[in-house]
T-cell receptor, first 121, second 111 residues
Framework: NAGVTQTPKFRVLKTGQSMTLLCAQDMNHEYMYWYRQDPGMGLRLIHYSVGEGTTAKGEVPDGYNVSRLKKQNFLLGLESAAPSQTSVYFC????????????????????FGAGSRLTVL | AQRVTQPEKLLSVFKGAPVELKCNYSYSGSPELFWYVQYSRQRLQLLLRHISRESIKGFTADLNKGETSFHLKKPFAQEEDSAMYYCALSGDSSNTGKLIFGQGTTLQVKP
């Protein structure tokens, strides 16, 4: 049981290049999220998904796109990378609040991946 | 607007001293609050939730709705407590489970 797996772990891009970060979870979680972590800013939500085939914008979605074609995978794409997108990216998943009525069920507990460090030159 | 504020970027204490990591939130409804921790070279992981009313690794946190705070406390700090701590809020009435995180506080426990 690997939990949440992110690939790649490190990547260096030049301005204007594109790339995709892959997040895979094997816990059958409904909800998945992409956050970025920057010094002094904490974690900020980029995009999220509440089920296969659905995506929605978070706090800082500009410059990113996402897809959730399969329940276990959540892809984050950068179409034209910019230096401002230099960051550590974290994927997370959770069981999903819609399916758990009990407060202590852990429905909102996020399981995180190890992170992907992206540098844009 | 929902917001989580952790006023201290760095908190440095000696081993055995009490620790209090501050967290204040802004949310008009009934929040669900969490503390997550990131140890060096490890993944971000849940430390505790207010609804569980647990004590994990000696840490406790009480939700104070009047002061809109959820401070994390430990009576005697250990060196292994050194880590980055994030306070997070789930105040999402549409049940998307998304969390709003604070800026994070680095706890440094000196020997």
């Amino acid at each position: 049981n690997a939990g949440v797996t992110q690939t790649p772990k490190f990547r260096v891009l030049k301005t204007g290049q594109s790339m995709t970060l892959l997040c895979a979870q094997d816990m059958n979680h409904e909800y998945m999220y992409w956050y970025r972590q920057d010094p002094g800013m904490g974690l900020r939500l980029i995009h999220y998904s509440v089920g296969e085939g659905t995506t929605a914008k978070g706090e800082v979605p500009d410059g990113y796109n996402v897809s959730r074609l399969k329940k276990q995978n959540f892809l984050l794409g950068l179409e034209s990378a910019a230096p401002s997108q230099t960051s550590v990216y974290f994927c997370a998943s959770s069981p999903g609040t819609r399916f758990f009525a009990h407060a202590n069920s852990g429905a909102n507990v996020l399981t995180f991946g190890a992170g992907s460090r992206l540098t844009v030159l | 607007a929902q917001r989580v504020t952790q006023p201290e970027k760095l908190l440095s204490v000696f081993k055995g001293a009490p620790v209090e990591l501050k967290c204040n939130y802004s949310y008009s409804g009934s929040p669900e609050l969490f503390w997550y921790v990131q140890y060096s070279r490890q993944r971000l992981q849940l430390l505790l939730r207010h609804i569980s009313r647990e004590s994990i690794k000696g840490f406790t946190a009480d939700l104070n709705k009047g002061e809109t705070s959820f401070h994390l406390k430990k009576p005697f700090a250990q060196e292994e407590d050194s880590a980055m701590y994030y306070c997070a809020l789930s105040g999402d009435s549409s049940n998307t489970g998304k969390l709003i995180f604070g800026q994070g506080t680095t706890l440094q426990v000196k020997p």
